[in-house]
């Protein structure tokens, strides 16, 4: 078996490994394998490909190397900017049913970091000319956005469409209400435009997408909506859920991503709720949709909190001590507009008042938020709640025991009753097992500086950061 039947081999074993949809994200498209003596050599086109692929796929590389050439070879990695360049050369010329036929316009050539040879199975980029021209419609970049972790992996997802290195299509972003999938999705076009001066990249809400369509109906302009869309090189549609229910959009929807991914263009899409969730838009386009990327996007931890903050400060003028920014960034754990309306309203307090904001003012500020924002949440349902999420008998979080399986949801539930209940500590204690208020004020300030170290409790046997535990209890706290 010759070099090149070993690499072809490789490739199909791997795939097979760890599934075409993941192999297609991170080898399919702009990687060079090559072996020499012991030694596999993988080039990528980044840094951050590298750091990934290194972190999440090394041991499927070394056994799939083992099986391949019957000995362990080491894996070596090589950032080759070159192989960023398309080698065909020639303009490409997509039709789809009776749609019209969209040429994209010819690459100029770069000068290469350095010359290699590119493997046959890379997928084609945009073919259009980078430009560093900034659009000027375009107000959120990448640079705005605070990256942690519960948003890095979309947030670097997102740069690589960006920058046409994202292979898989559609691309289908998820999260809870205000944790910025419509600034990635803007940052996307933004920066898609930056590189390609001369694509086309359509944003659009899922609203404005329904509206245009009934428009383009009653209008008989049904041609021109359609190469609006189809013609994209880049669509983008945000708030799909909107759509549940809509059967001729969907249906619209549908062919139009058909259209798009069979030309190879990039479909990106964003929701509220998972996959799983979104069965009232037809299982032809979840089907569709499962045959793409996912990637979730979470509320922010502390430390995104915390930052989000200081840039919301800074866009106000209206500076707060670390130490309030902290108090705010622990106690307000939703999205950033959550956080902007905490800041608006202590700002507000602050000017009616006409004094300095103080830790007391942020204190009251933000249990009255508390209290208006949520429904009446007693000590019972928070009992509930964490017996159904870390899986224990109510009597066991009551009891003397001091497991940790027991220790750490109980201290949790303390902290959620001082946060969600108006309960004093002596009642707290003594609903949690007729435990002394010091009990209570310990496992509170426990539970505090385990979040602002990122620490990490055990739910169902697994680790998990106390924030997505906290997390976790609350989602199960509004939908009892």
Not at 460 to 468: A, P
């Amino acid at each position: 078996m010759d070099d090149t039947q070993q690499i072809a081999g490789f490739r199909s074993l791997l795939a097979e490994r760890i599934g075409n949809q993941r192999y297609e994200l991170w080898f399919g498209g702009q990687t060079r394998l090559s072996c020499s003596g012991n030694v596999l050599t993988i080039g990528i086109t980044s840094a951050f490909i590298r750091d990934w692929i290194r972190q999440h796929f090394i041991q499927e590389l070394k056994s799939t190397c083992t099986a391949v050439y019957g000995r362990q070879l080491k894996v070596a990695f090589e950032v080759d900017g070159s192989l960023l360049l398309d080698t065909n050369g020639a303009p490409t010329s997509v039709t789809s049913g009776n749609e019209l036929a969209v040429e994209s316009p010819q690459p100029k050539q770069a000068t290469a970091i350095r010359k290699t040879t590119r493997d046959t199975s890379d997928h084609p980029q945009p073919h259009h000319a980078p430009s560093r021209e900034v659009p000027a419609n375009d107000q959120l970049s990448f640079d705005s956005i605070v990256v942690g972790n519960g948003n890095r992996f979309a947030v670097n997802s997102a740069q690589m469409i960006s920058q046409g290195l994202h292979q898989a299509s559609p691309v289908l972003f998820w999260g809870p209400t205000g944790v910025g999938k419509t600034h990635l999705l803007r940052a996307v076009r933004g920066s898609y435009r930056q590189t390609y001066a001369k694509a086309r990249a359509v944003y659009l809400t899922a609203e404005q997408f329904t509206s245009g369509f009934i428009e383009a109906l009653r209008a008989s302009g049904l041609a021109n909506f359609r190469q609006k869309c189809r013609g994209a090189d880049l669509f983008l549609l945000d708030d799909i859920h909107f759509m549940a229910g809509k059967r001729a959009t969907l249906e619209e929807l549908f062919h139009t991503i058909d259209s798009l991914t069979m030309a190879s263009r990039k479909v990106v899409l964003a929701s509220n709720r998972p996959l799983g969730e979104l069965q009232p838009l037809g299982m032809e386009l979840v089907s569709r949709l499962s045959a793409g990327a996912i990637c979730e996007i979470g509320p922010p931890d502390y430390a995104m909190r915390r930052q989000i903050l200081r840039q919301q400060c800074e866009a106000m003028s209206f500076p707060l001590e670390s130490g309030l920014l902290e108090a705010i960034a622990t106690q307000v754990t939703a999205g950033a507009r959550e956080l902007q309306g905490a800041l608006n309203r202590i700002q507000l307090t602050s000017q009616v008042h006409k004094q300095a904001a103080c830790r007391a003012m942020v204190d009251e500020v933000l249990n009255d938020l508390t209290q208006q924002n949520t429904r009446t949440v007693r000590l019972n349902d928070i009992q509930k709640a964490i017996c159904d999420v870390f899986g224990v008998e109510p009597a066991g979080l009551r009891s003397e025991v001091k497991a940790r399986a027991l220790t750490e949801p109980r201290m949790l539930a303390m902290w959620l009753a001082r946060k969600y209940t108006r309960a004093p500590w002596s009642e707290i204690g003594q609903f949690f097992g007729r435990r002394s208020h010091s009990t209570v004020i310990s496992a509170h300030r426990r539970v505090e500086r385990l979040m602002n170290q990122q620490g990490t409790v055990a739910v169902s046997d697994k680790t998990c950061r106390v924030e997505d535990a906290i997390r976790r209890v609350e989602v199960a706290l509004r939908t009892a």
